[in-house]
């Protein structure tokens, strides 16, 4: 039985959405977003929004919606990507849940590079995870989104911290921001002196930070991120600085659940966070 919502209702979801991260935000240059599946034709009007965030929107989590009468999925990471020509759920797994959802009436809305650049968006939640927020003396935006005055509107950080931090306190800062038992940490120093190690300035990007790091233009102690190359993060060791790496969705998801359920919810939708939204990596 199809849940779909009304346009009125759908519309009503996206402008709570963009309230936040505007569409104008995005790099459409490569990245696919906003309302990617529309499913409000033929909609009853007595059937209410019900909205499922999650990070990636795999065969899983469309379940999951499904399960609990979800009609709109918003998905931070694109689920078309980069395009699709035709359906075909015998070759691509994708496709086959596309159109199991829309069978069932549920939309879905993807806001990605909106959600990176947004100020009080994921790369400043990021921030405010490596000290909770406090002694940070100047941040802005790595690659500033065209057309807009805001330094801190844009895709990734710089941040510079009042006072200096030890590395160790840093990973255990982002070990619990990220709601993770361990990271990777590149550092020409062994761990036994991480309490010597001192960080002045980071550079700062959820996912794969490797573009964005090349817009920056003061030294930095740190660089942190989701996921990086292995001679980019040789190259950084190799110069004295420490990475930190934490697989790329994990900079990502505590985020949905820290900060966007609650703006969504404050905006009067019904909202939950997807329990089968996970990283496909697993440390063992």
Known sequence: MSRAITRAQLDKVVRSITKFYPQKYADKSWDNTGLLIDCSTGASANIQAKILLTVDLTKSVAQEA????????????????????????LTNPQHETAIKLIQNGISVYCPHTAVDA?????????????????????S??????????DDMVGYGRFVEFGKDISLRQIIENVKRA???????????????TWDQVMIKKAAICAGSGSG??????EDVDLYYTGEMSHHEVLKWK?????????????????????????????????????????????VV
């Open 178 to 192: 990220l709601r993770v038992p361990h990271v990777q940490v590149a550092s020409a120093a062994v761990p036994s």
């Open 238 to 282: 190799e110069m004295g600085k420490t990475v930190i790496v934490c697989n790329h969705s994990n900079t990502e998801r505590g985020f949905l659940q820290d900060v966007m359920h609650g703006l969504l919810k404050d905006e009067g939708l019904e909202v939950l966070v997807s329990k089968n939204d996970h990283d496909p990596l697993t």
């Open 212 to 217: 964005v790091f090349k817009q920056l233009k």
């Open 118 to 138: 947004a100020r009080g968006g994921v790369n400043d939640w990021l921030v405010n995870g490596l000290n909770n927020g406090e002694n940070v003396a100047k």
């Open 140 to 149: 802005y935006a790595l690659e500033t989104v065209s057309g807009e005055n």
């Open 66 to 89: 499904m399960d609990t009468d979800c009609n709109v999925i918003i998905a931070y990471h694109p689920f078309i990507f980069p395009s699709w020509n035709r359906l075909n759920p």
